[in-house]
C-alpha cells in the first residue's frame, strides 16, 4: 500500500511538473509573440518616420497669402518673438502684456520706421527685452516689412 501511495504521490508530482512545463511554454510563446508583434509594429512605422525627416520642412502657412517673401519670414520672427506679448491672449486674462502692434506703421515715415527699429532693438528696462543681439540687419527688415502688413 505504502508503494501505491508513493506511486501515486510521483505521478501527481509529475503531472504538475508537466503541468507547469506547459504553463512555462504558453508563456514563453505568448512573450515570442508579443515580441514578434512589437517588432514588426515599430518596422513598419519607422519608414513613415524616417520619410518624414527627410523631406523638406513644412511651409509656413500664412493667414494673409498676399504677403512677400520678407514680409512671410518677418511674419515667422514676429509668430516666433513677438507674440507672446503683442497678440490678444485666447484665455483669461485676455489683456495682452504689450500693445496691439496693428496699424504702428501702416503709411509710416522712414523717422518713424527707424524710431520703432530702436525701440526693438534695444527695448525698454521691465517692460520690453531689446532684440539687438537676436535679430540681425536682414530680419529686422522682415520684420518691419511685416509690421507695415498689419
Not at 67 to 81: H, I, M
Not at 115 to 136: E, S
Amino acid at each position: 500500500m505504502k508503494e501505491t501511495k508513493i506511486s501515486l504521490r510521483c505521478k501527481q508530482t509529475l503531472r504538475d511538473d508537466v503541468s507547469d512545463q506547459g504553463d512555462e511554454m504558453k508563456n514563453a510563446i505568448f512573450l515570442a509573440v508579443a515580441s514578434l508583434t512589437l517588432v514588426f509594429c515599430l518596422l513598419s512605422w519607422l519608414p513613415r518616420v524616417s520619410a518624414q525627416s527627410e523631406s523638406e520642412e513644412p511651409p509656413v502657412r500664412s493667414v494673409n497669402t498676399h504677403l512677400t517673401d520678407s514680409e512671410r519670414r518677418g511674419e515667422g520672427l514676429f509668430l516666433q518673438r513677438c507674440s507672446l506679448c503683442h497678440l490678444p491672449k485666447v484665455s483669461k486674462p485676455y489683456k495682452s502684456f504689450g500693445p496691439n502692434l496693428t496699424g504702428v506703421l501702416k503709411g509710416a515715415t522712414p523717422a518713424k520706421e527707424k524710431a520703432v527699429r530702436l525701440f526693438i532693438n534695444n527695448g525698454v528696462p521691465d517692460q520690453m527685452p531689446g532684440f539687438q543681439y537676436a535679430l540681425n540687419s536682414s530680419d529686422m527688415d522682415d520684420l518691419i516689412n511685416y509690421l507695415k502688413t498689419l
